[in-house]
Nanobody, 125 residues
Framework: QVQLIESGGGSVQAGDSLRLSCTAS????????MAWFRQAPGKERDFVAA????????IYTDAVKGRFTFWREDSKNTVYLQMNHLEPEDTAVYYC??????????????????WGRGTQVTVSS
């Protein structure tokens, strides 16, 4: 089974930046589709961003487009989420997810087979 470990969360002020990372176990990381989801208090765990194994491009939810950047470094079995211009609405636990081949739709929780334990991001106004 694939194990995922997130890191990089913390408490920041609005307008600040954070970089999250997620490292996966296994030798076949370059075949995984990877994603970030987030869960705010009292809300559903929602899609944030995803990237296919081909790494042609990442996709983002509208709420973070232009502010967040998602990329992968396959040699390190790691993906990153650079979060700029953070807003209080970004406060959530951020989860890394992996989808092994064959791939699903890519934006639903059910599309992903493996999950990290999450890292807390708190943004104060």
């Amino acid at each position: 089974q694939v194990q995922l470990i997130e890191s990089g969360g913390g408490s920041v002020q609005a307008g600040d930046s954070l970089r999250l990372s997620c490292t996966a176990s296994g030798r076949s990381f370059n075949t995984y589709a990877m994603a970030w989801f987030r869960q705010a208090p009292g809300k559903e765990r929602d899609f944030v961003a995803a990237i296919r194994w081909t790494a042609v491009s990442a996709i983002y939810t509208d709420a973070v487009k232009g502010r967040f950047t998602f990329w992968r470094e396959d040699s390190k079995n790691t993906v990153y989420l650079q979060m700029n211009h953070l807003e209080p609405e970004d406060t959530a636990v951020y989860y890394c997810a992996a989808d092994l081949p064959p791939y699903g739709a890519g934006i639903l929780r059910s599309d992903y087979d493996f999950w990290g334990r999450g890292t807390q991001v708190t943004v104060s106004s």
